[in-house]
């Protein structure tokens, strides 16, 4: 490669699972070689700005909709929700042109976006006849977490005939594509976690303190921020109702953006669920038992303050927080589906029980807490599951493998 060649990362949000594993390709990517633009949907916090722009990469603020049905709004609200983003991105192709004047002036070589909810940078890669890799981070389709207007066959089709190359976060989020020929490449290509930090447990020891939680309690936590159903928050609370009542020396938190208002009447399903949650602790009794701890920066404190880390969602396109426990030493209660299944091994870097039975979470839990030397085992195995499996320097070569394969694919054509 004579000079480096110039990608365009699109992301669907400033902050996410899968803004996190873009901002580590970004990272790890050698300059001599690559060299990164970005575009974000919206204004990002002046945190994330100064994470951006550590990066030393161009980037720019194109707003964006996502072209996912809003499965949890009433019909009524869906039609005035469409309306209203048809509305402000003139039917969609207000993003399209943005990001294509972003692909002329940046004169970008190769498209990745990052995300299945948003097609924009895909088609104006198509449009421009420049090479595109699209990376499918959710499960998408029929029954799944994100659902469309289209059937999953046109889905499916889009997102092949749009692409040069696809990655799949893992084997789960790829049953879109089980039905079809494959004509478009295919990885899957598990996140990596930068294990560094993990190795540190002191901030996770003032984190604890700064929660008032004692050396002898044991903290079960979940990593997760109280704005999305598909987490299952409400299994955790009722896990943690069963359990305080029989080992008192057992704290409970939640690490994760607590919304403390309403934000808009068309599409506040955040903030409703947040409050459900909220009132089902109360109701409870675990107000001096559960922490909602809010918002950390810091997801190597976080996992290093952990006991025991429990993520009852089934439907996990991949799961990261779980890969980060692990590289903390903290053992994994989960769901047996969905992406955090293809990371924990069952009875050796953690449990895996029933989706959404809150009994089998309980039992699950209770037995590590009463067997600190099954945790510290666990533990152990799960950091050394995380280092050999999850490195980011295994994903920031498979994805550059996938680069070079992509535009070598396209001289020859």
Request: aromatic share 8%.
């Amino acid at each position: 490669m004579n000079s480096p060649l110039r990608v365009l990362h699109v992301l669907n949000s400033p902050g996410g699972g899968a803004t996190h594993c873009a901002l580590d390709i970004l990272r790890g990517l050698p300059r001599a070689n690559y060299r990164p633009f970005l575009i974000v949907p919206s204004d990002p916090g002046e945190g994330q700005k100064r994470i951006y722009e550590s990066l030393g990469a161009d980037w720019r603020v194109v707003p964006m909709g996502w072209w996912n049905r809003k499965i949890r709004l009433s019909w009524p609200r869906r039609v005035v929700w469409s309306a209203m983003q048809n509305l402000q991105t003139w039917g969609h192709l207000r993003p399209v042109y943005q990001i294509a004047q972003c692909i002329r002036a940046w004169k970008v070589d190769l498209v990745h976006t990052h995300t299945g909810l948003i097609p924009w940078g895909a088609m104006a890669a198509k449009v421009l006849g420049v090479p595109h890799v699209w990376h499918i981070h959710e499960p998408n389709g029929k029954d799944l977490p994100f659902q469309y207007w289209m059937p999953d066959s046109l889905l499916e089709s889009i997102i092949e005939r749009s692409s040069d190359h696809v990655i799949l976060v893992s084997r789960y989020v790829g049953e879109l594509f089980r039905r079809s020929a494959n004509r478009t490449p295919m990885t899957v290509a598990y996140q990596g976690v930068d294990m560094r930090p993990f190795g540190d447990p002191q901030p996770g020891k003032r984190l604890r303190e700064s929660l008032g939680v004692k050396d002898d309690e044991v903290l079960v936590g979940m990593v997760a921020a109280l704005t999305s159903v598909l987490k299952r928050h409400e299994v955790f609370v009722k896990m943690a109702a069963q359990l305080h009542k029989r080992r008192p020396r057992v704290r409970f938190a939640v690490f994760g953006q607590v919304p403390t208002q309403p934000t808009r009447w068309i599409y506040n399903g955040s903030y409703e669920y947040s409050e459900r949650i909220r009132r089902l602790a109360g109701e409870s009794g675990l107000s001096e038992h559960l922490i909602l701890a809010g918002f950390h920066s810091d997801v190597a404190a976080i996992m290093n303050s952990l006991d025991i880390l429990v993520h009852p969602s089934e439907m996990e396109g991949f799961g990261r927080v779980a890969v980060e426990a692990m590289a903390a030493g903290c053992p994994v209660i989960g769901s047996n589906g969905g992406g955090i299944a293809e990371s924990v091994v069952d009875g050796e870097t953690g449990i895996l029980v029933k989706a959404n039975d809150v009994d089998a979470f309980a039992e699950a839990c209770e037995q590590l807490i009463d067997n600190p030397d099954r945790r510290r085992q666990m533990g152990a195995a799960g950091r050394q599951r995380a280092g050999n499996c999850f490195s980011t320097e295994e994903h920031i070569r498979q994805v550059t493998e996938i680069y070079d394969e992509v535009v070598r694919r396209r001289e020859r054509a």
